[in-house]
């Protein structure tokens, strides 16, 4: 097999190091990845490489050396992975058809929660215009897609709801920004074909400071 980084050698950003060094150090990264169960962080990847490595530079050149293979480096959020290129996603359908799906009250507020973060309970149930039961919740908090993200500012103090990283990383999404528009989200199966009241279906652009300053950080 052809050596993956010598066509990136020489637009390489790691320029402090020697060929043979980083030619290395790009193996010992790709090992890292290879082996991790879950996307790891640039600051959990440094942690296994040698003292005083820039992380970022290799990841780029890495991602660029995988970018036309059947596996590609991707970021989810702030971690990275190697993921089934899209465009052969094809060959794992039996795989996804066997994982167990879920209900359409959990689809849709999972739908909610991503395009609306931070959102509280009877913020969710307002969109959907029924009541979302405790058990529809403790399912996405079950399978990493949904985490607390501190309680608003406001009587009562309800605690409100985002997505995770692993979120990110089983749909394929570098940042939440790149959720899909209404259409492709029915397609992924984040959405039903019946759409909830009042959903607007448009990606967030992140939470400004603002919004951030009305929630209260859970300290447990």
């Known amino acids: 097999m052809p050596d993956l980084f ?36 640039e600051a959990e990847l440094a942690s296994k490489m040698p003292e005083g490595i820039e992380i970022k530079p290799l990841l780029q050149e890495l991602q660029t050396a995988y970018a036309s293979r059947g596996v590609n ?27 167990k799906k879920l209900s359409r009250p959990a689809l849709e507020t999972l739908a909610i929660i991503a395009y609306h973060q931070p959102v509280t309970r009877a913020e969710i149930e307002e969109v959907r215009g029924v009541s979302t039961s405790k058990g529809t919740l403790d399912v996405l908090l079950e399978t990493g897609w949904v985490r607390p993200r501190g309680r608003r500012r406001s009587p009562g103090r309800p605690l409100t709801f985002g997505t995770t990283r692993e979120f990110l990383d089983h749909f394929g999404l570098s940042e939440i920004g790149d959720l899909p528009g209404l259409a492709e989200l029915k397609a992924a199966g984040l959405l039903s074909a019946t759409i909830p009241p009042g959903f607007e279906g448009q990606p967030p652009f992140g939470v400004d400071a603002a919004e951030e300053d009305l929630l209260e950080r859970e300290t447990s």
């Open 6 to 41: 010598v066509a990136t050698a020489a637009s390489s950003n790691v320029t402090s190091l020697s060929p043979e060094d980083r030619r290395l150090h790009l193996r010992m990264l790709e090992a890292i990845l290879f082996a991790a169960t879950q996307p790891l962080t």
């Open 73 to 99: 480096l991707r970021p989810s959020g702030d971690a990275w992975a190697f993921r089934t290129a899209p465009d052969l996603g094809f060959l794992l359908e039996e795989h996804r058809q066997e994982e």
